[in-house]
């Protein structure tokens, strides 16, 4: 983290719970994405949440958001939450950096649908891992919003299934799990960082990359990505984070405007994301990529090929017990739609 951001979050330290300003508290909240609601899952949940506790407290609350990594990356937000720097973060992949057991919700084709996870989410398995969350974290899970549905791109040839994956040097965030599930498809898995990986798919360092359709379509991967796969390999999830001490501190009544600006938070934070991929998807189309839709079969081909290798990989990191638990949510969910 670099100083600029040191200071800020000393300046905010302070004043995490409460301000000198008209309102009787202050909230801060940061993410990495942009603040343009219309176009940004984060911006859009975190503008709304501001509105509504400042709305709903008539003033009382002021909610001060500090978007687009302005204080550092989400493992830094994430530390930021952790040591009350910062009331609030909301952040994707990191939190599992400090709650193992949230990985299990990007086991490889877990979720056949958007609507399955958010029903899985916000029913007795979300509840139950925000609970575990907190304990582990001393971070209280407001809600669970969307990063969408991650899928693949390559400037070789399509790919329909496993086999196509053959050979083929795709870059993987520099998280285990998805190495293990990019090489259990055949592929060559390489981690590198957010920052480098225009620059490594344009010379060629690696030939493909994985990601949703929004950020496909946002970061012009059409340019140089001619083939997309939309096989939808793993749900993508937001946690709308709290300190507990700060959370604790509020009044019942604040605790409660809180909560409900949460629950719509993530509601539209998911509502944002589904537009933008839709969008995103004939935009992509429309810039010439060549987008392959797997059959059932094809896709039962991806989800036995990958699963299996990232869930005996997740057994040496989380209690096997998450995982069945997952997997079940999932099934009963899927089974009542």
């Known amino acids: 983290m670099n100083l600029t951001k040191k200071l800020t979050l000393g300046l905010l330290a302070a004043g995490a719970v409460s301000s000198v300003s008209a309102a009787d508290l202050t909230l801060t909240i940061g993410h990495v994405d942009p603040q343009e609601w219309t176009t940004s899952k984060k911006g859009a949940a975190t503008e709304v949440f501001k509105n509504l506790v400042e709305a709903e407290s008539a003033g ?135 920052p480098e990986v225009p620059s490594a798919l344009t010379t060629g360092v690696v030939d493909g990359q994985e990601n949703p359709v929004s950020v496909i379509e946002a970061n012009k991967f059409y340019e140089f990505q001619k083939y997309l796969t939309l096989d939808g390999h793993v749900y993508g999830t937001d946690f709308l984070l709290m300190n507990e001490d700060v959370y604790q501190s509020l009044s019942d009544e604040d605790r409660a405007i809180i909560d409900r600006a949460a629950k719509v938070a993530g509601t539209l934070g998911r509502a944002i994301q589904q537009f933008n991929s839709a969008k995103g998807l004939k935009s992509l189309a429309e810039n010439g990529m060549q987008i392959t839709t797997p059959t059932p079969e094809q896709m039962a081909k991806f989800r036995d090929a990958a699963q299996p290798a990232v869930i005996n990989w997740l057994k040496g990191e989380v209690e096997p017990e998450w995982i069945e638990r997952a997997q079940m949510s999932v099934k009963v969910v899927s089974n009542s739609q």
């Open 60 to 194: 009382r609350i002021e909610v001060n958001i500090y978007p687009s990594s302005q204080l550092g990356g989400e493992t830094d937000l994430v530390q930021s939450a952790q040591e009350g720097t910062l009331s609030m973060a909301m952040v994707s992949g990191a939190f599992a950096k400090v709650c193992k057991e949230a990985s299990v919700l990007e086991i490889p084709y877990l979720f056949p649908s958007a609507p399955v996870a958010w029903e899985v989410l916000d029913g007795e398995f979300g509840k139950a891992l925000s609970e575990h969350c907190l304990k582990e974290s001393g971070l209280r899970t407001l809600a669970y919003g969307e990063t969408g549905f991650r899928n693949f791109t390559n400037s070789k040839r399509p790919v329909a299934e496993p086999k196509d994956m053959s050979g083929l040097k795709i870059r993987v965030q520099t998280l285990p799990l998805y190495v293990e599930m990019v090489k259990a498809m055949g592929a060559e898995p390489t981690p590198i960082a957010w």
